[in-house]
């Protein structure tokens, strides 16, 4: 099929308007980086405290602990995504840098791979290319599929799948890193000769972006998705050594300080919290609308978001995703800004907009018409 029809900017905004959106500030990106990361600190580390003085409080503290930080791990993810569209630092090595080490590596996703993968999503919204439809397309859905998708979140089901299967293609990865080192002990010339002919013929000319899906792989189809090259298993084991080294620094901060506690509620957090808010967030962006039309203000839903659901389900300005899709040139921190331009002038009426998260809960959950 052919791309989704793009945004023409200089026909809604002024020359003014549009410079101001689309400025990058130098700044403002790593704070949210620092934002991010402090914020974790502070609800997982206030919580470990409150374990100190008294064991009710840090009960009754952990699991709001185990929400707020789930949230901030999707606005890490979030700040991935804004260097993978070049928006966190007009420096493009230090938006990769910041981007793939302080959001991407955090929950384990490939900042290069997830640009492919995420611009094709882009450029095919809701089509049969794009790569995240599995995501949108089963909904709506019934209350009862919905509760168990919610209890497979909350239980770490979709956690040890998603990882169990990234682990996977990770060792699969190693064992290719491993091999022309192997092959170069061995005296065996034919079969050194038959891995580097195997290798060298294994790609093709796409991009693999298999290590770029971890993200969006809530669906059952995307956690069983096989690396398509020999480049993309090594992606992924490098991804994985990343994922693993930044735990191990969390780990170590975590018993410096505080003790064990503050890293069980990141660790609990990203299998629990942090998979259902990721769901949410996917469910609010496109399901159930009239997204790869040929209107390009119906590629996808404005959620309006209240002061708790920015702190635990929209980080960040995630919820402004028209706008997003609208215009990829907008920083996340401008997201508001034009969604508050495009209803003073009059693009309201056009554009698919949900007053809160609840709304859109109910609408995806109704069963689909006869």
């Not at 980086?33 to 206030?46: D, E, K, R, S, Y």
């Not at 840098?97 to 611009?119: I, K, M, N, P």
């Not at 003073?344 to 056009?350: A, L, V």
């Amino acid at each position: 099929m052919p791309a989704v029809k793009a945004a023409k900017p200089n026909e809604i905004f002024t020359r003014e308007e549009w410079v101001a959106l689309t400025h990058v500030s130098p700044l403002r990106g790593l704070w949210l980086a620092f934002h991010g990361w402090l914020l974790v600190a502070i609800f997982a580390g206030g919580t470990a405290w409150l374990w100190q003085w008294h064991w009710l409080a840090g009960l009754i503290a952990t699991p709001f602990a185990i929400l707020l930080v789930g949230g901030r791990q999707l606005g890490l993810s979030i700040l991935m995504h804004e260097a993978a569209h070049g928006l966190l630092h007009p420096d493009r090595k230090i938006n990769n840098f910041v981007g793939e080490w302080f959001g991407g590596a955090a929950t384990g996703s490939d900042l290069q791979a997830y640009r492919a993968y995420h611009l094709t999503h882009h450029r095919f919204t809701q089509q049969e290319e794009d790569p995240d439809l599995s995501l949108s397309a089963p909904f709506p859905t019934t209350r009862a599929s919905m509760k168990r998708k919610i209890i497979r979140d909350l239980t770490g089901q979709t956690f040890f799948k998603q990882r169990s299967s990234q682990f996977a293609k990770a060792w699969v990865g190693v064992k290719h890193m491993l091999t022309p080192f192997v092959l170069s002990l061995s005296k065996d010339r034919d079969a050194r000769r038959s891995y580097f002919d195997k290798l060298s013929t294994n790609g093709n000319s796409k991009r693999d972006t298999s290590a770029g899906r971890t993200l969006n792989n809530s669906s059952r189809a995307g956690i069983g998705a096989e690396p398509a090259t020999v480049d993309g298993a090594i992606i992924t084991a490098k991804t994985v050594g990343r994922f693993l080294l930044v735990h191990l620094l969390v780990l170590i901060v975590s018993l410096a300080t505080l003790g064990i506690i503050p890293f069980l509620i990141w660790i609990v957090a990203l299998a629990t919290s942090f998979q259902l808010i990721l769901r949410i967030r996917n469910i609010a962006e496109h399901a159930c609308t009239t997204t790869g039309g040929d209107d390009p203000f119906s590629h996808a839903r404005t959620t309006y978001a209240s002061w708790w659901e920015r702190i635990s389900l929209a980080p960040y300005w995630v919820n402004y995703h028209s706008e997003h899709h609208l215009f990829m040139g907008v920083p996340c921190y401008h997201l508001a800004k034009a969604n508050a331009l495009l209803i003073e002038k009059g693009y309201g009426p056009r554009m698919t907009l949900a007053r809160n998260y609840g709304e859109v809960m109910r609408l995806v959950t109704q069963p689909a018409a006869a």
